[in-house]
């Protein structure tokens, strides 16, 4: 966590990361990158900036829940609307539509931010954003991403400009 310290502060939460994501691992059926959920863990259900908001496995339960499976089943349905309307406009696929992306967080604009498993072997995992119908894929691990984007060096800078 030192680098997220350096430019977020001492984390507030300070969660049990194997406890708090157990649950969304079972139901997904496979295990997430080790520095995101660390990171969530520890952080909790964040804002970044005033501009990015983290989703967290212990949410609070409701129909806009900031749980990550409810922010998904809420995708889920955008992206099928939008597929149907334009294929191309979503290159992607949720988990639960049998493809890679898990959503992670939301920017105030509109932006999703999602983890996306690698198929490709290259990486293990990877950030895919949809910046309201353009995506961007990050072949970098979220921790590497995440720093990239607080100190303003990720390219393009998408969430803090």
Same mark, same amino acid.
């Given at each position: 966590?030192?680098?997220? %310290?350096?430019?977020? &502060?001492?984390?507030?939460?300070?969660?049990?990361?194997?406890s708090?994501?157990?649950?969304?691992?079972?139901?997904?059926?496979?295990s997430l /990158?080790?520095?995101? =959920?660390?990171f969530?863990?520890?952080? &909790?259900?964040?804002?970044?900036g005033g501009?990015?908001d983290?989703?967290h496995p212990?949410? /609070? /339960?409701?129909?806009?829940?900031?749980?990550?499976?409810?922010?998904m089943?809420?995708?889920g349905s955008?992206y099928r609307?939008?597929?149907? =309307?334009? !294929?191309?406009s979503? /290159?992607?696929r949720?988990?639960?539509?049998g &493809?890679?992306?898990? !959503?992670?967080a939301?920017?105030?604009s &509109?932006?999703?931010v999602?983890?996306? =498993?690698?198929?490709?072997? %290259?990486?293990?995992?990877?950030?895919?954003i949809?910046?309201?119908?353009?995506?961007? %894929?990050?072949?970098i691990?979220?921790?590497?991403?995440?720093?990239?984007?607080?100190?303003?060096?990720?390219? !393009? !800078?998408?969430?803090?400009p």
């Amino acid at each position: 966590m030192h680098s997220f %310290e350096r430019i977020l &502060g001492s984390p507030l939460v300070q969660g049990d990361a194997a406890s708090d994501w157990r649950s969304i691992e079972e139901s997904l059926a496979m295990s997430l /990158p080790v520095d995101y =959920k660390e990171f969530v863990s520890a952080y &909790g259900l964040c804002e970044i900036g005033g501009v990015l908001d983290f989703f967290h496995p212990q949410a /609070p /339960p409701g129909e806009f829940s900031r749980s990550p499976l409810v922010q998904m089943e809420l995708l889920g349905s955008v992206y099928r609307h939008r597929r149907a =309307k334009r !294929p191309s406009s979503v /290159p992607y696929r949720l988990i639960s539509e049998g &493809g890679t992306l898990l !959503p992670v967080a939301v920017t105030r604009s &509109g932006s999703y931010v999602h983890i996306a =498993k690698d198929s490709s072997g %290259e990486h293990e995992w990877s950030v895919v954003i949809d910046d309201r119908h353009t995506w961007y %894929e990050y072949r970098i691990a979220f921790r590497e991403f995440l720093i990239r984007a607080l100190e303003g060096t990720l390219t !393009p !800078p998408i969430l803090f400009p």
